[in-house]
Each structure stands twice: as C-alpha cells, then as structure tokens.
C-alpha cells in the first residue's frame, strides 16, 4: 500500500477543470475525484489533503470538500479515521500515475476540452489560414519520395528551412536542419538525448509548460532563472552556467512565453558566449519568434552569436494541425537526433512536409497577416480589462500572443479556480514557474476572435467580482499555488 500524501496544491493540478459542469459543486469534486481514483492517478493508500488546505486550493467553501470526500467513503473509494486524515480505499489494483503523464493546464485543456468554457490556458490560430487549404490542395505526390520514410526530412523542407536561416545572417546547410513532428517533438529529442536523471537544467522563470514537463519526466534538476516582464536575469543565468555546468540550458530569447519579452543583443551574446565557454547546450525557442507586434522588426536568432540549438514551429504563425517543427543545431547533432526520431517515428508526415514547403514561399505574406490580426486582438485585449479589470496590470508586449498579468491580491490558481466555474479556464502563472513564484501572475492570450475576447473579459470580471468578495481573501488567508508536478 502506498503511503504517499499528496499536497493540495498537487491535487488541484490534477484535478483540471473539474467544476465546468452542471449540478452541486460537491458532486463536480466528488466525480472528478472518483475518476482520479479509478484510473489510477491516486493510487491505493494516496493520502490527501485536509479539508481545509483542499478547499483553500480550490476556492470552495470546506463543506464542499467534506460533501466530496463523504460521497467517495460511502463508495469505498476512500478511507477517513480520526486522526489519521485521509486516504484512497484498497481496491482492486489499477495502474499508477507516472512520470509521463501531465498535469499541465495546457494539455490537459487538449485531453479534456471543458463543454461551454472559453478556454484561455491555451495559446494558439484558431483557425489554419487560407494558404494551408490550398498548400494541401497543390500538393504533386511525384517521383522521388520513395517508401516516405524520412527521419531527418524531406530535403525540400530541410533546404527551404536553411535558407531561413541563412536569410537571418545564420549560415545554415540542409544537413544542420532536423524537420520533427511540432516543436514539442524537437524538445523532446533533445531532452532525451541529452539530459538524465539527476541532470541540471537551467530554465526561465516563468517559462513554456510544455518544457518543463520533460525535463521533469527526464528526471532533471531544474535550476530556474528569474525573466520577469523586462528580460532574464543574465548575471544569475550565468553564474548558473559557470558553476553548475547544466546538461541543457533552455531559453525563448525572443517574444518570450509568457511574458512577450525579448532579450536584448548584448545579453543575448553574453549568454551564448558563456554557454560556449562552459560546454553547455543551449536551446533558442523561437516557435513565437516571428510574431513581432506592431510593426516592431521580428528579432535576431540567438544562434547570430554563437553556437545555439534553434528549435521552430509553424505552429504559432500558421496552424499548430500541421505538425510540422524542426530543429537547427550541428551535422553531428542532427544526424543523432535523426536516428532517435527514426525509432520514434521513422520521420513525419510526408504531405504536411510538402504542403510546408509551399508555405514557407508565401511566409511572409501569412505571418504578415497573422501579426496584423494579433497586433489588433493584443490592443482590444488591454482595452477590455482597462475597462472591466482596472486594479489589474497589463504591461503591453513587443511580442507572442500573450499577456502576463499581475492580480492586485490574492493568488492566481485560486482565482482560476472561481474564473472556470464562471466558463473561463485560465493558466496560473505558478503552474509555469519552477522557482515556485508568478503566483500573482495569469498567463491571458489575445488569439481568440474578437467578441470572444471581450465575452471572456466580461466573465474574468464577474468572476473576479466574487473572488475579491471572498472571506478567505478579505481575511488574508494563506495564498496557495498551482504548482505544476
């Protein structure tokens, strides 16, 4: 039997959107509860948290908690003694949690999608520009693909990306590109090919979820750096570099997420000399790199000072569907990745390749149309809570799709709590903080069309309304956050 007991904080990320439904709140919790239960994520003898400390994390009342944990002893599911607290029931055996599964708001809103919320914890196209329909159209399935197994990728797609890159004053050949399924496969393969259990990572604080959670199911040692809304902390950066030595050092350097922020050059060039000098791999996320708000030009790749992993997507700027990312680093790095994604996958799709390639001959006619239609949704975004949200703050961004927004009080995964159960799903800036700080911060995208914005900021006011009515916030109750594990 276990003996593990699990944090409310802990518990409320597991729990996802679990009041987006219909009826008492008690039996929402109790059924999300049993479902946790009986899938395994609580494994038999689970100990979990005390009714206040669970309420507290979920901004409910302690009587919605005892409601939800009588419903589940009543079922068996879980056991109550005085003194002892609580715990899940033996049952007949079901698989465990592990380290592979996610309690990522942003994922989770993929696997769960709430019915009737306007989901916010997710940052991307609506929509796939007209140009995708059209790539798919004009595609000529000719001579030359062969069994359309291709590890590394199509040269075509290799080429077109190279000179990407080489256009942005960064001599690139075909062989330095790795063509992956989505950015997120191009983080993957470098985790698991170059950090192991035990290892340091250094990462921004706060930074992309997605990251972090597979450097945490790598096993690594997370050595976090503070980038607030101005820039990173480069002299802690580092230090960190020169003392700890990481296996991986992961930055966005450009339209940072979540902040929108963008490292200036001659931080830029220290941080990738020190990398340098210290033998550490440095990756540039540069999937919201080219979405340069207002006319600002979109800025240099980290890779123009020195030798950096560049990772990319046409995720952001054009559809996140097609699933096409890559990855640009040295011959020799690149050719072993191509190995590692061949027992992945034996290479990505063959027609969203093709299709990518006529993409990237009218990119800049896509990505100027996209930022136009961002650069308008950001303003009508600050507009709206200026109007609505006065109290909070709003800094405009350079670049990205996101917002990073600080509450006057209280804490952010508590509100969120309140926010989706007035059919808004937010990402607390906790749950993307591995110092453990941000949790006054929400992460608030501007990709949504625009009545669906201001339907959202309606609803983050009244939710807020009630949240700043509460006891537990007007008492100066403990703030609690939604730390992502």
């Not at 790539?135 to 797609?157: I, Q, T, V």
């Amino acid at each position: 039997m276990g003996t593990r007991r699990i944090r409310a904080q802990e518990l409320a990320a597991l729990l996802g959107y679990w009041s987006a439904g219909r009826g008492p709140l008690y039996l929402l919790l109790a059924g999300r509860l049993r479902r946790l239960v009986d899938e395994g994520a609580l494994p038999t003898g689970t100990g979990l948290p005390p009714d206040r400390a669970l309420a507290a994390a979920l901004a409910v009342g302690r009587t919605t908690v005892v409601e939800a944990y009588e419903v589940l002893r009543r079922e068996g599911r879980i056991e109550r003694r005085q003194g002892s607290g609580t715990r899940v029931a033996a049952a007949v055996p079901v698989p465990s949690v592990t380290s592979e599964d996610t309690t990522n708001p942003s994922f989770l809103q993929l696997l769960d999608p709430p019915a009737g919320t306007i989901v916010l914890s997710c940052a991307a196209p609506e929509e796939p520009p007209p140009e995708v329909a059209l790539a798919y159209a004009s595609l000529h399935l000719d001579g030359g693909l062969g069994l359309g197994y291709r590890p590394a990728g199509l040269p075509r797609l290799r080429e077109a990306l190279a000179e990407r890159y080489r256009a942005a004053g960064v001599p690139t050949s075909p062989s330095q590109i790795l063509v992956t399924t989505g950015g997120q496969q191009a983080l993957s393969l470098l985790t698991e090919l170059l950090v192991a259990p035990g290892d340091d990572v250094l990462v921004e604080a706060p930074t992309y979820s997605g990251a972090l959670d597979l450097f945490r199911k790598a096993g690594a040692v997370l050595r976090p750096v503070a980038r607030g809304s101005a820039e990173l902390d480069v002299g802690e950066a580092v230090r960190v570099l020169e003392e700890r030595r990481p296996s991986l050092a992961y930055l966005v350097a450009n339209h940072h997420n979540p902040t929108g922020a963008v490292l200036p050059p001659l931080a830029a060039r220290r941080l990738v000399e020190a990398a340098e000098a210290a033998g550490v791999p440095l990756i540039d996320d540069g999937v919201t790199a080219d979405l340069a708000l207002h006319d600002r030009p979109v800025p240099r790749p980290l890779s123009a000072y020195g030798e950096v992993i560049e990772v990319g997507s046409l995720s952001k700027v054009v559809w996140g569907g097609m699933r096409v990312g890559w990855l640009r680093a040295r011959e020799e790095l690149v050719a072993r990745l191509a190995r590692l994604k061949a027992v992945h996958d034996l290479g990505s799709d063959v027609p969203s390749q093709l299709a990518a390639v006529r993409i990237l001959d009218d990119y800049e006619a896509v990505r100027s149309r996209r930022v136009k239609e961002l650069s308008a949704r950001h303003d009508l975004l600050r507009a709206e809570l200026a109007r609505s949200l006065p109290s909070w703050d709003f800094p405009p961004v350079e670049g990205g799709q996101t917002l990073w927004v600080r509450l006057p009080q209280g804490d952010a995964a508590s509100f969120a709590q309140v926010a989706i159960r007035h059919g808004v799903a937010l990402l607390p800036g906790g749950a993307i903080d591995a110092a453990g700080g941000s949790s006054d911060h929400l992460r608030l995208p501007f990709t949504g069309i625009p009545e669906r914005i201001q339907e959202s900021v309606r609803r983050l006011a009244e939710a807020w309304r009630v949240y700043e009515a509460s006891p537990r916030l007007s008492s100066g109750a403990v703030a609690l956050s939604a730390v992502v594990v």
